[in-house]
């Protein structure tokens, strides 16, 4: 899919086009998860091309509330952290959503500060090297925050 790509960091923006193109007439039919991975598309793409229009622009707004009907499920670790961050002083929103719609663990929007707490599940291992690395939609989620 499209969402694969873009956890991948795909760098051919006609391939996205293309996808996106082909898709444009199936998108009564698809569900809120599919939609929702169309949105972080569109997220990608505009990181990667700022001054070309995403096909589906004009499904915007349709792409974003069906990424915002995706609750997070935050994990029992992430909880820990939250509280003690609460222990230590650092006030913050937990699961702060941000313009774009993507969910941080914990923000202090304010000033642009966020934690993301990457448990077990945002890693994958290597089977040649025996080490864990992130995960796409990690890699991905970093990309988009760190720019």
Not at 42 to 70: I, T
Not at 113 to 135: I, L, Q
Request: hydrophobic residues 40%.
């Amino acid at each position: 899919t499209a969402w694969a790509f873009a956890c991948f960091d795909w760098k051919v923006p006609q391939f996205f086009v293309a996808l996106a193109d082909a898709t444009a007439d199936t998108m009564d039919a698809m569900q809120d998860k599919r939609l929702s991975q169309l949105y972080l598309v569109s997220l990608h793409f505009g990181v990667e091309w700022p001054n070309r229009n995403f096909p589906l622009s004009d499904f915007h707004r349709r792409l974003q509330s069906a990424h915002q009907h995706n609750e997070p499920i935050p994990s029992r670790f992430q909880r820990d952290v939250a509280a003690a961050l609460d222990r230590l002083g650092w006030a913050h929103v937990f699961e702060h959503v941000t313009e774009e719609g993507v969910s941080l663990d914990m923000a202090q929007p304010a000033t642009k500060c966020a934690v993301e707490v990457d448990g077990p599940s945002h890693f994958a291992k290597n089977p040649t090297s025996r080490t864990y690395v992130e995960n796409g939609a990690t890699r991905f989620k970093s990309r988009l925050l760190g720019r």
